[in-house]
């Protein structure tokens, strides 16, 4: 994973509060509550900061994780909401565009690995040959609604240069099976991607590494595929404030992208930027 200086993205974040709190309306300094909107990808990785930052601040916050797309819709249309960690830099950017928060900052990155069963012999080296098999099931999260499923049909578009015709080939087998809608609600004691694979729902679930690892600790008989550099798709979260927040959520966006924020997101696997 690739590193950054937090020193530039604190320099961008000091000028943003410098604009934006000129905009708060007269919101209570010293709120007992910060509401956090975030991608279920950082759901342990939130829930660690999150009990880290109560402690310093003698604050609570309040979050509410879900598919990102679904989340921006959300507050688009009214829900409250305070800080906004999406799993892309786009949700948070529409938000932006329509003047509902402020312009997003990357705050860190994720990759796609390969879940599957060891039975099964995937391999980086063979794992498009394997996602093409007609008899292996590969799942994904739902495009548009979950962006770990916009990186996996991009995966599938970085096949077709390998393999003319994968693409499409790709996109018509992927069992769309989380993240959506429409999808069933996952389990609330493991991981819904490790529960999938294990009762062969899907051979191969495509989705975050980070994921992966915590697939593994509630079934540990899975495999985690890191994906080759012909077809890796990188994932870059963004971090926004919505407008009107109060001084209190600027903190906990501070929090999360300070040396201490961007540790805990390493101990779960997250990488840093440049």
Known sequence: ?????????????????????????????????????????????????????????????????????????????????????????????????????????????????????????????????????????????????????????????RADALRPGARQTLEAKALKLTGGPDSPPPPRDRSPYGDLVARKQADIFLTYCTNTLAARRDFPELVSVPVGPELAVGATYGLTVVRGAPEPAWRLAWFILSDDGQAILARHGFGALR
Do not use: W
Not at 7 to 14: N, Q, T, Y
Not at 92 to 104: I, M, N, Q, R, S
Not at 129 to 151: C, F, Q
């Open 1 to 157: 994973m690739r590193s950054f200086r937090p020193s530039c993205v604190r320099r961008a974040l000091a000028i943003l509060v410098t604009i934006t709190m000129s905009l708060v309306v007269s919101a209570p300094v010293l709120a007992q509550t910060v509401r956090l909107h975030a991608a279920g990808s950082l759901r342990a990785a939130l829930d660690d900061l999150a009990r880290d930052f109560e402690r310093r601040e003698s604050l609570r916050v309040e979050a509410v994780y879900g598919p990102s797309g679904m989340l921006r819709e959300r507050i688009a249309k009214g829900e409250p909401a305070e800080v906004f960690a999406s799993a892309n830099m786009k949700h948070p950017a529409e938000l932006a565009a329509a003047g509902k928060a402020v312009e997003p900052l990357p705050f860190t990155r994720n990759v796609l690995c390969a879940l599957t069963r060891p039975e099964l012999d995937v391999q980086t080296a063979n794992l498009l040959d394997r996602l093409l098999d007609p008899a292996l099931r590969v799942g994904t999260s739902t495009p548009k609604a979950d962006p770990s499923g916009d990186y996996a049909f991009e995966l599938f578009k």
